[in-house]
T-cell receptor
Framework: QKEVEQDPGPLSVPEGAIVSLNCTYS??????FMWYRQYSRKGPELLMY????GNKEDGRFTAQVDKSSKYISLFIRDSQPSDSATYLC?????????FGSGTQLTVLP | ETGVTQSPTHLIKTRGQQVTLRCSSQ?????VSWYQQALGQGPQFIFQ???????GRGNFPPRFSGLQFPNYSSELNVNALELDDSALYLC??????????FGPGTRLTVL
């Protein structure tokens, strides 16, 4: 069993839709949770960084962490075609990041 | 503020050869981590360097080695290349916190 599980998709939604991306994890030592966005053939770009359980909002993005269920989510409101990318969840306990396999998202105009 | 840069962008090698990839960390960052990302997968942690010392290593064989220099830039060396080493190699820099910022990557193809 992988330490971090992420639905690979692909996920296709119409412009303006609310997108929900999810990851589950098994390692209770994970304390820090991140979401990265990766465009094709580019490096990952840090979108959200959270530590505690609860919600964190930044513009159209909301990151949610539920440590008791070992479940994290990223919500994208009013999705745009420019949001089309692969979204990677990541988490760490020490310095190294453990990533999910990524969810490929396409937002159709 | 300059972000993380990596060179070269692309590289083609043959099996058995050796390769060196380079990374310049973001200004103010003293820690560099290297990751391997196979097609369709999330990045896998190779190792991390902090103040010129290896500070953690993932499940990669010894033929993957690295260096960090006094200016915090870093190199990843891979000896005896295998076909499965074909991947995007990512460098990430960080300071004392846990947020890691990635460079654009080096795409390595082993023939």
């Amino acid at each position: 069993q992988k330490e971090v599980e992420q639905d690979p998709g692909p996920l296709s939604v119409p412009e303006g839709a609310i997108v929900s991306l999810n990851c589950t994890y098994s390692n209770s030592a994970f304390q820090y949770f991140m979401w990265y966005r990766q465009y094709s053939r580019k490096g990952p770009e840090l979108l959200m960084y959270t530590y505690s359980s609860g919600n964190k909002e930044d513009g159209r993005f909301t990151a949610q962490v539920d440590k008791s269920s070992k479940y994290i989510s990223l919500f994208i409101r009013d999705s745009q075609p420019s949001d089309s990318a692969t979204y990677l969840c990541a988490m760490n306990s020490a310095r190294q990041l453990t990533f999910g396999s990524g969810t490929q998202l396409t937002v159709l105009p | 503020e300059t972000g993380v840069t990596q060179s070269p962008t692309h590289l083609i090698k043959t099996r058995g050869q050796q390769v060196t990839l380079r990374c310049s960390s973001q200004s103010g960052h003293n820690t560099v981590s290297w990751y391997q990302q196979a097609l369709g997968q999330g990045p896998q942690f190779i190792f991390q360097y902090y103040r010129e010392e290896e500070n953690g290593r993932g499940n990669f064989p010894p033929r993957f080695s690295g260096l960090q220099f006094p200016n915090y830039s870093s190199e990843l060396n891979v000896n005896a290349l295998e076909l499965d080493d074909s991947a995007l190699y990512l460098c990430a820099s960080s300071s004392e916190g846990h947020e890691q910022f990635f460079g654009p990557g080096t795409r390595l193809t082993v023939l």
